[in-house]
């Protein structure tokens, strides 16, 4: 056994020298250090950052592993589970999508679209209100979350027909349960499987030939996928409430979104370019952009505008009022900045402090948003790649 923990410990060292000698220099400097620290006191296996602008990628690193064996070198083609990156990379884009199609009025009532859904409301409760986290279904800190169940038709049952548990919108108050709903209102509209639609209409047209939604694709080599916190192996949703559903075909934009950092990052140019894809499909537009533009003055904790989020107590402050962002809790940061025609991916494999962990992706961010690399084309690449 100590034969073998030494092996371990090398094979770690020389994954964290091999980053330090590839990222020299700025930004990736700066994510160096970051990371290497933070695998060096167990907070997370491996990181991947991708960082660019409307045409294309000028930073591109990874460090450490995507498992917690340390077996698999993380790349920025590693397929992660994004979990809560799921609610706009998959959730809020169907919505512009769908929007931009007539298909969907985000200030009317949920249950115009959701027949299904049967308990009594006291208050209109909209499609922008559950994307937005004030819709009243979010539970106190502490409190059981009433609909969960081990059973996932239960489950379905319980989110269609408990009403919500605190009626006030007057606060955020996050809850999964928002984006449960969101993911089966959406299937109403749109007549299909949520995963269907966002690979046929989103991630195919996007060039996200990586991404898919409840589980990663068929053809992904197992090799590619990386282990989140609390899987036993990698390409299993970390979420302990999306996992049964999808398992069940129940669809959920709370969490179950697979994709690379490569692939997040054409995502991102999609945004910046106003809802437009590489290739020059549209796929949603201006009055799409007007409903999600970042709040120069909204400094509350967890804001969001439909779906993305503005502000955050870890958002570097020159990002504020221009940028919007969504983490995951299982180590995951995506950010573009429509005044600086810049993004930012920030992925990581967590196994620790979730508090430091977000600190941390959010430091790299800054540091990525803050270099100019117009002009340069830097790459560097983790042990093993």
């Not at 160096?32 to 950052?49: K, Q, T, Y």
């Not at 959920?252 to 999609?270: H, P």
């Not at 958002?315 to 930012?344: I, N, Y």
Request: a positive charge; hydrophobic letters at 40%; proline letters at 5%.
């Amino acid at each position: 056994m100590k034969g073998k923990n030494k092996a371990m410990k090398m094979k770690f060292c020389a994954a964290l020298a091999a980053a330090a000698l590839v990222a020299s220099g700025g930004a990736l400097t700066e994510c160096a250090r970051l990371f290497e620290a933070d695998m060096r006191d167990g907070v997370i296996h491996g990181a991947a950052v991708v960082a660019g602008g409307v045409d294309g990628i000028d930073v591109s690193a990874s460090w450490g592993w995507a498992d917690a064996a340390h077996t698999i070198p993380m790349t920025t083609r590693t397929v992660i589970d994004m979990a809560s990156v799921t609610k706009v990379a998959a959730g809020v884009t169907s919505y512009l999508v769908a929007h931009a199609r007539g298909k969907v009025d985000v200030d009317a009532p949920f249950t115009n679209y959701l027949s299904a859904y049967s308990a009594p409301l006291t208050r209109k409760v909209t499609i922008r209100d559950l994307a937005n986290h004030r819709s009243g279904f979010g539970e106190a800190d502490g409190k059981p979350r009433v609909y969960r169940d081990k059973d996932p038709q239960a489950m379905l049952r319980k989110l269609l027909s408990l009403p919500p548990a605190e009626p006030s919108p007057d606060r955020v108050a996050y809850s999964c349960r928002n984006y449960m709903l969101l993911g089966q209102t959406f299937e109403a509209i749109a007549g299909c499987g949520d995963a269907a639609f966002c690979r046929r209409e989103i991630y195919l047209p996007a060039g996200m030939k990586d991404t898919s939604l409840g589980a990663p694709l068929p053809s992904i080599e197992r090799t590619r996928l990386a282990q989140t916190i609390t899987t036993p192996s990698g390409g299993v949703i970390s979420d302990p409430w999306a996992r049964p559903l999808w398992a069940a075909g129940i669809a959920t934009f709370n969490a179950g979104l697979f994709s690379t950092a490569e692939d997040m990052a054409r995502l991102m140019r999609v945004y910046l370019r106003g809802g437009v894809c590489d290739d020059g499909t549209r796929l949603f537009g201006a009055a799409e952009m007007a409903l999600i533009a970042p709040s120069p003055t909204n400094t509350m904790e967890g804001a969001r505008t439909f779906g993305w989020m503005s502000y955050t107590d870890d958002l570097p402050k020159e990002l504020f009022g221009t940028s919007l962002f969504h983490s995951g809790w299982s180590g995951q940061t995506v950010l573009f900045d429509l005044k600086r025609r810049r993004f930012a991916v920030v992925l990581t494999t967590r196994c620790g402090s979730y508090k430091r962990a977000k600190r941390h992706r959010f430091a790299a961010i800054g540091a990525l948003m803050r270099e100019n690399h117009e002009n340069t084309t830097q790459k560097a690449k983790g042990p093993g790649k």
